[in-house]
């Protein structure tokens, strides 16, 4: 009973978790395909995409742009492109060219070599954000004109620089991972038979580091992509996505962020995807290629017998069936209820324009005089003013 109990309170809290952890972003994008004003599951209006496309336009006029058309997200999204590849460009050199020394120096000085190039990670991203504006405004004060003055001031080469501060200590703790797994004996060997340095570097190193390389820039630009709090105080008057997004939401969301970040977790998912996919057939032809060496190299016929691994894609086939069963019953419910299309989004804005001329007129009604009252002055009009003036207050 006490282990049936226990498992039980296991698969609650994992529930609980996958819950609290991935329940916002679907919320989030459901609400990109509400044609409501502001993201929300509940009261739907129709199924739309145009948050993803045009937006639309407002009561008193004002468009709000959709996902395509808001050209402060492009500008936002284009300058972190440009960002977190200048920022991989610098970040991975950098971190590798650490771990390297590391590997290099006396002993004695590894600890304090590690400490000093952890430690930029270890500072607030406010810090170094505007430590690097100050440092920067002040070089480009020593000339009035010129490149010095112009990278000075310039909001995206500063921003750059103050993410690489920080982002190349992720690239360190990565190669440092990976070299404490290299063997140095092949090294000395290529060392022994004649190879220079370089060689050694080009051909031994950096292909047993070209995983550890990868991942270092994978992370280094979607830290760099996803980046706040040293971003805010170094773009200046420039823009990237998280701080265009940050501006939004305190002037009011939109459902055109929801779409956003729905076009992102869907980019994401395909991409873990794809990479999985790619892995496993690399895995696959890899172990055929053994098989197919050990069995020339032998001569028992059990050995010859080459097994080719299948891909098994029952179980991933599967979770799309049933994510395909639940939105096909969802998209039967939503044409059955009419909840798509223009005649939906048409009549959910006339609704919406009769509830707000409904209340207007019942707050003039509630505010509105009538003659007698104006004559009387009980609720305002000259007799109250006339009053005053005739009265005996003024009389000497």
Not at 287 to 302: F, G, N, P, W
Request: with cysteine.
């Amino acid at each position: 009973m006490s282990n049936r109990l226990i498992n039980y309170s296991l698969i609650f809290y994992i529930i609980t978790f996958f819950v609290f952890l991935f329940g916002p972003l679907i919320i989030m994008s459901i609400t990109a395909f509400n044609s409501a004003d502001f993201p929300r599951i509940s009261p739907w209006d129709c199924l739309s995409f145009r948050w993803f496309n045009e937006g639309m336009v407002d009561y008193v006029g004002q468009h709000q742009a959709g996902l395509l058309t808001d050209q402060k997200l492009k500008e936002g999204f284009y300058n972190s492109i440009f960002i977190g590849f200048f920022v991989v460009l610098l970040t991975v050199p950098i971190g590798l060219a650490a771990a390297l020394v590391l590997t290099q120096i006396n002993p004695k000085l590894r600890e304090l070599f590690y400490s000093l190039s952890i430690m930029p990670v270890l500072f607030p991203g406010v810090i170094i954000g505007i430590s690097t504006v100050v440092l920067w405004n002040r070089l480009s004060g020593l000339s009035d004109e010129g490149i010095l003055s112009e990278v000075g001031r310039n909001g995206i080469f500063l921003t750059i620089l103050a993410q690489t501060c920080f982002i190349s200590t992720y690239c360190f703790l990565i190669f440092v991972a990976r070299l404490q797994r290299f063997d140095r004996s092949q090294e000395e060997a290529a060392l022994d038979l004649g190879a220079t340095q370089t060689q050694v570097f080009f051909k031994i190193l950096l292909p047993y580091l070209a995983p550890a390389i990868g991942s270092s820039a994978v992370i280094a630009f979607l830290a760099s992509f996803e980046n706040y709090n040293t971003t805010v105080f170094s773009i200046l008057s420039d823009r990237t996505l998280t701080t265009v997004i940050a501006s939004k939401v305190r002037l009011g969301i939109t459902p055109a962020i929801s779409a956003l970040a729905f076009a992102i977790i869907v980019i994401t998912v395909l991409a873990v995807i794809i990479y999985e996919f790619y892995k496993r057939r690399v895995d696959r032809l890899k172990k055929i290629e053994e098989q197919t060496l050990l069995a020339s190299q032998s001569s028992d016929s059990r050995v010859q017998k080459i097994e080719i691994p299948k891909i098994n894609f029952i179980k991933p086939l599967s979770f799309f069936i049933i994510i395909a069963i639940i939105l096909s019953i969802l998209f039967t419910q939503v044409l059955k209820n009419n909840l798509y299309g223009d005649a939906c989004i048409a009549n959910v804005e006339e609704e919406k324009k009769r509830k707000i001329e409904e209340q207007r007129k019942l707050e003039e009604e509630k505010f509105k005089l009538s003659e007698e009252d104006l004559q009387s002055g009980n609720k305002g009009g000259n007799s109250a003013f006339g009053d005053i003036f005739n009265s005996d207050l003024f009389e000497y």
